[in-house]
Nanobody, 121 residues
Framework: QLQLVESGGGLVQPGGSLRLSCAASGSTLDYHAIAWFRQAPGKEREEVSCISSTGGSTKYSDSVKGRFTISRDNAKNTIYLQMNSLKPEDTAVYFC??????????????WGNGTLVTISS
């Protein structure tokens, strides 16, 4: 059973950067695609980015493409989301989610509890 814990959220000014981490335990990440989702107040949850089990394939939503970068270090059992050029509309709770599939199919089986990212001056 994969357990996921997010960290790295906080308050940042527009234009700033943050790096979120997702630490996994209970199972190796080697066979799991991992995605980052976010949910802003009053809005539906949105898939932001996903990375395949090997890291060979990634995908991004149009809203973050070119600004966010997903990466993984399977040796450390950790996934990262580097967020640059942050905008107020990036404000949300960010969730890490794991899939039992090795490729990004948006079928998630495990969820973390989320970390809050607030972009404000």
């Amino acid at each position: 059973q994969l357990q996921l814990v997010e960290s790295g959220g906080g308050l940042v000014q527009p234009g700033g950067s943050l790096r979120l981490s997702c630490a996994a335990s209970g199972s190796t990440l080697d066979y799991h695609a991992i995605a980052w989702f976010r949910q802003a107040p009053g809005k539906e949850r949105e898939e932001v980015s996903c990375i395949s089990s090997t890291g060979g394939s990634t995908k991004y939503s149009d809203s973050v493409k070119g600004r966010f970068t997903i990466s993984r270090d399977n040796a450390k059992n950790t996934i990262y989301l580097q967020m640059n050029s942050l905008k107020p509309e990036d404000t949300a709770v960010y969730f890490c989610a794991g899939s039992d599939y090795p490729i990004c199919l948006s079928i998630m089986d495990y969820w973390g509890n989320g970390t809050l990212v607030t972009i404000s001056s």
